[in-house]
């Protein structure tokens, strides 16, 4: 029997938050993303250089220091192309960490697309010139190929995954949905329906959010969680399985469950506990493809996400805002193409990363208290009214660029 393995897989992404952008600085100033004020969260070196300080750098440090103490231990990355920019400029030492950590062979880079954006949903040409302008910067920054695919926020159906397999990703990730599992377990690995070689791997979002979202929570009856009794359902999940999928962002450490919850001391601990069994081991999403093969068939013909309690795109298509802002942003892909100007495609690029529309999400209850838990607006009606003020400075410039155009099209 082989090795019972976790698949531990992190995200890390930053966005360039809009400033307080009002109608009076269109057509008169084009920085979108400079607030020139430092004590806002729409400051984005403000926000780099914190999460760096509460996330990048004590868990990379942890990374290293577990990566020389377990042999068995792996990790899989996914690195937006936004983060790295900010990082590259304002936290130079973390790329640098993360260099450290995939030269070690045991950390893989997960494909993606380089903005966070939506764009597979609204023009696919501009998609492909996301995943390949990510796919060529992970190559220049880390010297490695990416071979498996993550769709932003893991946004995921049928179709993603025909494509996926026609472009040569041996892999994808997606949410492990219960009504679409139904009886199925998310712990092994399955073929989407209709391709011939792609393999999927399934988030186990129970196991996942426990740590992502329930760790700090003093309301929840299992806190607090200790490593021993992880290692107990983590040992239960993979009784009968090959796999664990744990998926989760990476400001899960640090930031979303500040130091003093006990995060690091607690993955410290969990990772040795799990180690010292020599039945287990960890994966690489590649590594995980590799030793199992696809179990079954598994169909997804309606995108799934792995955000909010529906799981599916109402986080970022939920309301008439959202849908507008999306529609207007993308409808300008050919005019800002034209252009040539990498400065204006590069804006109009950064205003394409699906935060923008998540901060403008008009949800109740609990999801509603996440969405605003990570803006940095008073309102998703601020949010929408910034963002929608940079788009017709966009459609300002390009007016310029083309003699034609209009400011309220």
Not at 81 to 99: N, R
Not at 219 to 245: C, I, R, V
């Amino acid at each position: 029997m082989s090795k019972r393995g976790i698949v531990l897989y992190l995200h890390v992404h930053q966005p360039y938050r809009v400033r307080q952008y009002s109608v009076f600085d269109t057509a008169a100033a084009h920085d979108y993303f400079n607030d020139p004020n430092i004590d806002t969260d729409r400051n984005n070196e403000k926000v780099l250089r914190k999460v760096a300080d509460k996330s990048y750098r004590p868990m990379n440090a942890l990374l290293e220091k577990l990566l020389a103490k377990y042999p068995e231990f792996k990790v899989s990355l996914s690195i937006t192309g936004t983060f790295i920019e900010q990082a590259e400029q304002w936290a130079p030492d973390v790329i640098e960490s993360f260099k450290r950590l995939v030269a070690t062979g045991r950390v893989e880079i997960v494909s993606e697309t380089y903005y966070h954006s939506l764009a597979f949903f609204y023009s696919r040409s501009e998609f492909e010139r996301q995943v390949e302008a990510h796919r060529s910067k992970i190559r220049e920054l880390f010297g490695v190929e990416t071979s498996v695919f993550r769709n932003t926020e893991l946004a995921y159906n049928n179709d993603l995954a025909k494509w996926a397999e026609d472009y040569g990703f041996k892999g994808i990730l997606a949410e492990g949905w219960d009504p679409i599992l139904e009886w199925r377990s998310s712990n092994t690995i399955y073929r989407p329906i209709g391709t011939q070689n792609i393999s999927l791997l399934m988030k186990n979002y129970h196991l996942s959010d426990d740590l992502a979202f329930r760790f700090s929570d003093k309301n929840w009856s299992e806190w607090p969680l200790t490593a021993d009794k992880y290692n107990a359902w983590t040992s239960a999940a993979t009784a009968d399985q090959p796999l664990l999928n744990l998926f989760m962002d990476y400001e899960t450490f640090g930031e979303h469950q500040w130091a003093d919850t006990g995060i690091f001391d607690f993955f410290e601990n969990f990772v040795g506990d799990w180690s010292q069994n020599s039945d287990n081991t960890f994966y690489t999403v590649s590594e995980a493809i590799a030793a199992v093969p696809p179990v079954a068939e598994i169909s997804m013909p309606q995108t799934v996400t792995w955000a909010d309690s529906e799981r599916d795109l109402t986080a970022w298509l939920g309301n008439s805002m959202q849908q507008e802002a999306l529609r207007h942003i993308y409808a300008l892909e050919d005019d800002v193409m034209r252009t040539g100007d990498l400065e204006l495609i590069a804006d109009w690029r950064k205003l394409q990363t699906s935060d923008h529309v998540y901060y403008m999400c008009t949800k109740w209850f609990t999801d509603g208290d996440v969405h605003a838990y990570f803006s940095p607006y008073d309102s998703p009606y601020d949010a929408f009214l910034y963002f929608i003020n940079a788009v017709r400075d966009i459609r300002w410039r390009l007016h310029h660029y083309h003699g034609t155009g209009s400011l309220n099209g």
